[in-house]
């Protein structure tokens, strides 16, 4: 590009889109990079997912969410983050993947599959849906092991198994159970995770309470075969017939994405930045959004992580000065 830009922000999710508001709102001169379609983890939740968070709480810039029910769909919010996008005239580049980010000079040389840009400033609002936490078992690599759900139709009336006892795996055991399928479920912990929903925890629990679906307390998965599933329980180990496996063991943001850049992680794999500005230790490179959590994704949700936008277009505004 002949000039540079003042700000790219790379990914195209709730808070990058924020981002790029704010932008615009002061006048730099910005671009997304966005490597799928804009809000692209939202595109890939569960068809029938809904959100924990009212639609009030995940607006931006103004622009009024309206849904139908109290808890806004994955539809409408796809939807709404279009017209948000349409409302300010987003300048935003999809399906372009960034490949490098190095530092010359005082400015930054950001690569991308398509081409190469110049930014003064950087932000990373990357999140973390991309990258599956595995369990690292025999028989993980196999074709009926899913670590992402879409809809529950084609797993009708077969006997699937459901890793974990947060919300992703809650939802996807009962989207499971009610179109037929038999539902086992293999759980860490000796409860279902009290985070869950509060207006899906009780239909769990009963459904667990009356067998519809099986539950397995303090087990593990060992080994995963291609007709059965093999399971630690404080009983001793057992094996049970199974046709599909949904690991829903979690994501985490790209750190190797994060280490190539040059940005700092600690021993925990969790990115070092300045609490107050979002500031990385490489000057002028921001984070924003759930990439800021490390391992530990439910502490930043689309909700309390909106305010980054501001915090850090403010912080570019006065470093600009």
């Given at each position: 590009m002949t000039k540079p830009l003042d700000v790219l922000i790379i990914g195209a999710g709730p808070v990058g889109l924020a981002c790029g508001i704010e932008a615009k709102k002061h006048g730099l001169n910005y671009l997304l990079i966005e490597k799928g379609?804009?809000?692209?983890?939202?595109?890939?939740?569960?068809?029938?997912?809904?959100?924990?968070?009212?639609?009030?709480?995940?607006?931006?810039?103004?622009?009024?969410?309206?849904?139908?029910?109290?808890?806004?769909?994955?539809?409408?919010?796809?939807?709404?983050?279009?017209?948000?996008?349409?409302?300010?005239?987003?300048?935003?580049?999809?399906?372009?993947?960034v490949i490098k980010v190095e530092k010359e000079n005082d400015v930054y040389k950001v690569t991308s599959d398509k081409d190469i840009y110049i930014a003064k400033y950087i932000i990373v609002a990357t999140g973390y849906y991309d990258n599956a936490n595995y369990m690292n078992i025999k028989g993980e690599d196999l074709t009926k092991v899913k670590h992402y759900f879409d809809e529950p139709h084609p797993y009708a009336y077969h006997k699937t198994l459901v890793i974990g006892a947060g919300n992703s795996a809650v939802d996807v055991a009962l989207e499971l159970f009610r179109v037929g399928a038999e539902v086992t479920m293999v759980i860490r912990e000796n409860e279902i995770k009290p985070s869950i929903k509060y207006w899906v925890k009780p239909d769990i629990e009963n459904r667990i309470s009356e067998n519809s679906i099986n539950a397995f307390?303090?087990?593990?998965?060992?080994?995963?075969?291609?007709?059965?599933?093999?399971?630690?329980?404080?009983?001793?180990?057992?094996?049970?017939?199974?046709?599909?496996?949904?690991a829903m063991t979690g994501y985490h943001p790209d750190f190797e994405f994060l280490k190539k850049i040059g940005i700092d992680l600690d021993e925990n794999n969790t990115p070092v930045f300045d609490k107050r500005s979002y500031e990385t230790n490489l000057q002028g490179l921001y984070l924003a959004g759930v990439v800021c959590s490390g391992k530990n994704t439910d502490k930043y949700f689309i909700e309390n992580s909106i305010e980054h936008a501001e915090i850090i277009i403010r912080h570019i505004l006065n470093s600009k000065k």
């Amino acid at each position: 590009m002949t000039k540079p830009l003042d700000v790219l922000i790379i990914g195209a999710g709730p808070v990058g889109l924020a981002c790029g508001i704010e932008a615009k709102k002061h006048g730099l001169n910005y671009l997304l990079i966005e490597k799928g379609s804009i809000v692209n983890s939202i595109f890939n939740y569960p068809t029938n997912m809904t959100f924990f968070s009212t639609s009030e709480k995940i607006e931006l810039g103004n622009v009024p969410f309206v849904s139908h029910g109290i808890k806004p769909t994955r539809r409408e919010a796809l939807e709404y983050y279009r017209r948000v996008k349409n409302a300010y005239d987003l300048n935003i580049n999809t399906y372009e993947k960034v490949i490098k980010v190095e530092k010359e000079n005082d400015v930054y040389k950001v690569t991308s599959d398509k081409d190469i840009y110049i930014a003064k400033y950087i932000i990373v609002a990357t999140g973390y849906y991309d990258n599956a936490n595995y369990m690292n078992i025999k028989g993980e690599d196999l074709t009926k092991v899913k670590h992402y759900f879409d809809e529950p139709h084609p797993y009708a009336y077969h006997k699937t198994l459901v890793i974990g006892a947060g919300n992703s795996a809650v939802d996807v055991a009962l989207e499971l159970f009610r179109v037929g399928a038999e539902v086992t479920m293999v759980i860490r912990e000796n409860e279902i995770k009290p985070s869950i929903k509060y207006w899906v925890k009780p239909d769990i629990e009963n459904r667990i309470s009356e067998n519809s679906i099986n539950a397995f307390f303090n087990s593990r998965v060992e080994e995963i075969k291609e007709k059965s599933v093999l399971i630690k329980t404080p009983d001793g180990d057992i094996e049970i017939d199974n046709d599909f496996v949904f690991a829903m063991t979690g994501y985490h943001p790209d750190f190797e994405f994060l280490k190539k850049i040059g940005i700092d992680l600690d021993e925990n794999n969790t990115p070092v930045f300045d609490k107050r500005s979002y500031e990385t230790n490489l000057q002028g490179l921001y984070l924003a959004g759930v990439v800021c959590s490390g391992k530990n994704t439910d502490k930043y949700f689309i909700e309390n992580s909106i305010e980054h936008a501001e915090i850090i277009i403010r912080h570019i505004l006065n470093s600009k000065k």
